[in-house]
């Protein structure tokens, strides 16, 4: 059972940072059982075992747990010292958070490597990679096993949705449906990441929980004063070739459909950030951002914070549900995914990241994911509705982000 770590239980705590060779695929070294990733072309942190699991998903209390434990960083980069892996609920009315401080943590950022080891009371030890864990099995192969809703209940659904738009009663929803996959044996949460972190390089391959994905869409990195934050929204599917590609990729940059839902969810960043920085600067236009399966509209927006800046985890609470996944307004967006979505949405679509005792971290959206139970596992995958979406349209767009979870199960 979950339980909260008390200050004075964290005080008895002791996490020991010290920099080691380069380790290699961070993802070789988890071993079975409970184990947490969160990387992007490499580099990043894996941890493995459980120190604490919190349960709180307020930021304070999870930044004051951190803050307890006693520290020795040899290293000092972000990530070092003892680090909490959060993956939030995407429904602040359901309790489905799960924050973590593992006991071991492989990190490499930089062309710097290092190991922390969080000690139970009374037994300090020098952290060190003792042996190599057997790499992850090859995922069996799986097959689709049901659809929820059917596709025609969901077209049904969108167009329920753009009636309401067209009403005036909101101005976006997104909304999502889900895929089940059964395998013969039990899914391995490693061997699904290791394919997802080939394929999809550039995006940030996450592993908590049993929630794995590859995701695109960073919500937000904070380093010291400096936050950053990419939002996503408007997508494309990419075509057989080049020719293909620029084609789409022109029609997406046209699209007055799309511009309209990506500058409602990059406002919605935008708001946020502008209540806690003392500067923030942000693309003018969208940019396109490629995938191996898809093709979004992107705007990069950055902010320089104060002197006491909020944490990490702070701002992806304050900046959680985004319109690029919620919609706008956001209390009359949730109501509606709450009434029309079939498949409770658990952790997808809400922050996924880490943070550190000094409120460093990275958070990306949980998109492009799955929650693995045995040998069963639930996909989701949404699209935001707008007054001008088209169902059909909006089903295509779902199928294609699909594709990039399929590809590492089936």
């Known amino acids: 059972m979950a339980r909260a770590l008390a200050a004075v239980e964290a005080a008895e705590l002791v996490a020991w940072s010290v920099e080691v060779d380069d380790p290699g695929e961070l993802l070789t070294w988890l071993p079975a059982g409970k184990a947490f990733g969160f990387l992007r072309g490499g580099d990043g942190i894996v941890g493995w075992g459980e120190a604490a ?5 307020e930021p304070a209390e999870v930044g004051a747990a951190l803050s307890a434990i006693t520290a020795r960083d040899d290293v000092g980069l ?10 939030l609920g995407f429904d602040p009315l359901v309790d489905a958070s799960v924050v973590v401080v593992p006991k071991v943590v492989l990190g490499r950022r930089d062309g710097r490597s290092w190991v922390t080891l969080v000690n139970p009371p009374g037994k300090v030890a020098v952290p060190a990679l003792r042996r190599r864990p057997v790499a992850a099995a090859t995922a069996p192969p799986a097959t689709l096993s049901a ?7 969901w077209a049904d659904v969108v167009r329920r949705a753009v009636s309401s738009i067209r009403n005036g009663d909101l101005e976006k929803v997104v909304l999502a449906r889900a895929l089940d996959v059964t395998a013969p044996a039990v899914l391995d949460p490693r061997a699904v990441a290791a ?14 929980d049993g929630l794995v994905g590859a995701s695109p869409e960073l919500l937000v990195r904070r380093l010291g004063r400096h936050a950053e934050s990419i939002v996503l929204a408007g997508t494309a599917r990419r075509g057989e070739g080049a020719e ?13 459909k799309d511009a309209a839902e990506h500058r409602i969810a990059a406002d ?8 806690i920085a003392a ?3 942000s693309d003018g236009t969208p940019q396109l951002l490629r995938l191996a399966n898809v093709i979004h509209l992107a705007t990069h927006v950055e902010a320089w914070l104060g002197p006491q800046p909020p944490s990490a985890l702070e701002i992806a609470a304050r900046l959680h549900p985004t319109a690029a996944v919620g919609g706008t307004p956001r209390g009359d967006a949730l109501a509606m995914i709450r009434a029309a979505e079939a498949s409770p949405r658990g952790r997808y679509a809400a922050p996924v990241g880490w943070m550190d005792a000094r409120g460093d971290g990275e ?9 693995l139970s045995g040998d069963t596992a639930r996909l989701w995958a949404g699209a935001g509705i707008v007054a001008e979406s088209d169902p059909d349209a909006e089903l295509a767009e779902t199928t294609a982000k699909f594709d990039a979870v399929l590809s590492a199960l089936l």
């Open 53 to 57: 699991r919190l349960s709180t998903r």
């Open 78 to 87: 972000p990530g070092c010292g003892p680090v909490a892996i959060a993956s």
């Open 147 to 153: 659809a929820v809703p059917s596709e025609q209940e």
């Open 195 to 208: 394919r997802l972190a080939v394929r999809f390089s550039s995006c940030f391959t996450f592993v908590c």
């Open 244 to 256: 293909e590609d620029a084609a789409r990729e022109r029609e997406l940059l046209a699209s007055s």
């Open 268 to 275: 919605s960043v935008r708001e946020v950030f502008a209540t």
């Open 279 to 281: 500067d923030m600067v």
């Open 363 to 371: 958070f990306a959206i949980a998109l492009r994911c799955a929650q």
